[in-house]
Antibody, heavy 121, light 113 residues
């Protein structure tokens, strides 16, 4: 059974750094793109970034390029999303996702339960 | 970027009745080399992550009840719930996955009348 198990909720202050994680299991971690989708409170879904753990190739949405960093450690089948300096506007639910196909298409077949990040002074 | 626009933003349907959601893309998501529409539908129940319902515009994901169906081609698509059940209360999103960006519609909230 494919599972994406995300790290727990975080409460941070503006300017702090953060790294959240997503552990994949039940499939070949190095053979599928894994990524992150943001959902701000009461809002829709926004794709942020993806990584191919097999060769560490990454892609970023222009909206998030330079704002976050995606990485993966294939030895422990875990992907990460990190911020260097959080802002209040980063408050959101962050979903870890797996893409079904290797090509550039963005179909998501599995979602983690989400990591709630709250940034408040 | 391909912009996805759903209508309506919300709808209330009686149990057992039909619910219809529309999705329009700003450019065609029909890929000529394989004649496939790169359009998916997701369901997000309250407090849960989204779940894949339909891909290639009309292919149901494994385990999805057959009351859910998708249709359309090019730029205009429809998700139909043939007989609304209580567990179908959710927000439904369309997504084009033609591009790496994979943009979503704004969502349509389905409630019980």
């Amino acid at each position: 059974e494919v599972q994406l198990v995300q790290s727990g909720a975080e409460v941070k202050k503006p300017g702090e750094s953060l790294k959240i994680s997503c552990k994949g299991s039940g499939y070949s971690f190095t053979s599928f793109w894994i990524g992150w989708v943001r959902q701000m409170p009461g809002k829709g879904l926004e794709w942020m970034a993806i990584i191919y753990p097999g060769d560490s190739k990454t892609r970023y949405s222009p909206s998030f390029q330079g704002q976050v960093t995606i990485s993966a450690d294939k030895s422990i089948t875990t992907a990460y999303l990190q911020w260097g300096s959080l802002k209040a506007s980063d408050t959101a639910m962050y979903y870890c996702t797996r893409r079904r196909y290797y090509d550039s298409s963005a179909l998501i077949d599995y979602w983690g339960l989400g990591t709630l990040v709250t940034v408040s002074s | 970027d391909i912009v996805m626009t759903q209508s309506p933003d919300s709808l209330a349907v009686s149990l057992g009745e039909r619910a219809t959601i529309n999705c329009k893309s700003s450019q065609s998501v029909l890929y000529s080399s394989n004649n496939k529409n790169y359009l998916a539908w997701y369901q997000q129940r309250p407090g849960q992550p989204p779940k894949l319902l339909i891909y290639w515009a009309s292919t149901r994901e494994s385990g999805v009840p057959d009351r859910f169906s998708g249709s359309g081609s090019g730029t205009d698509f429809t998700l139909t719930i043939s007989s609304l059940q209580a567990e179908d209360v959710a927000i439904y999103y369309c997504q084009q996955y033609y591009s790496t960006q994979g943009t979503f519609g704004q969502g349509t909230k389905v409630e019980i009348k």
